[in-house]
């Protein structure tokens, strides 16, 4: 059995939604914020990062969304990857700066302590984010196939990842609409039926 | 053939390492820094933004050291994945903590206009990065298998990644001596025939 220790305004919603479609059974766990309870001593003995996702597997537990998806489609549905090697370059391609710029660019808006050490530095990340956030979105506007999916005509594990984030921009004040691929791509996962019962399950806001 | 367009100041390193450990045939394209070459119309043509390694492979561009390497593995050399997908999403968790939380924490040393734009932003970044970065390596101390490599008792995809942001410690007066674990990667990752050979190739300073 699998448990997944989320919170339903972070990346963990993207572990959510391929779950719901690989319909594999797990227990999910509010790990709450408002309690700062990622950094409870029970939660730090199981993932020392004080983040999430955190999944636990009958071989012990997992973090960072990247090895969580890849591990589950390893395990219950190896149609999420790509067969041929470059375009399942191309799904990593895009995961990776889903993960190390996307993502990095976001958490600039909300935990420049994390980087810095003066609250001017982190109202100046603050905001810039806005416009790093938008810059990055504006490649994954021109790099992607919207296919329609992110790579050619099957769901790949970037997708629920790039859906997510892009939800994200919003509530950042990002306009989509800018982006006529992306926003397509959106409404085309939101409505997907494993989007919708995560939402019910509340993984998703 | 591959092109490999690098940098031996930065992680394509990485990418230069796993291609001398299989002995895959490449043509090092040298990206130029000091003159700005990353920004060039022609190399942003390649790879829109303007950072190393890009790959050129018969298929088509791959940039973004995870995919790369991945690529790699799968037409060259599948013995540097673990077959098991519980070790193999191990090997992933650490690539994606390089990439997303090790790597960004090197970053803020020198490249804090990615994210602010008063110079009192870039010092303080300056200031804490060799603080996230020895925290992030001290997760890594803790966290890893250094049996003797970081996932059990073969080389894997994350082991010149590690090696190259050890490295890259010692550079920010980070001193890695206070993590004798990976100071002992380090050193057995340094006396491999592919380091070797990629510094004599001018693939790492």
Redesign the interface.
Known sequence: MLTLHYNPLTISAATAIILEELEVPYTPILVDFRENAQQSPAYLALN??GRVPTLQ?P??V???????L??LA??HGPHLIPAA??Q???M??T???L???V???YA?AMRGP?????E??WA??T???PH?IAASLA?LE??LDYAPFAIANSLTLADPWLFVLTEFATRLQVDIAQFPKLSAHHLMMNDRYAVRNARVKGMIP
Not at 62 to 68: N, P, S, V, Y
Not at 114 to 118: I, Q, S, T
């Open positions: 020392p990062k597997t071989q012990g997992l973090t960072e969304t990247g090895a969580i890849e591990y390893a395990q090697p470059f399942a370059a191309r990593r391609e995961m990776y700066y993960a190390s710029t993502h990095v660019n600039h994390r980087w810095a050490d003066l001017s530095s100046d990340m905001a810039k984010a790093t490649y021109g790099h």
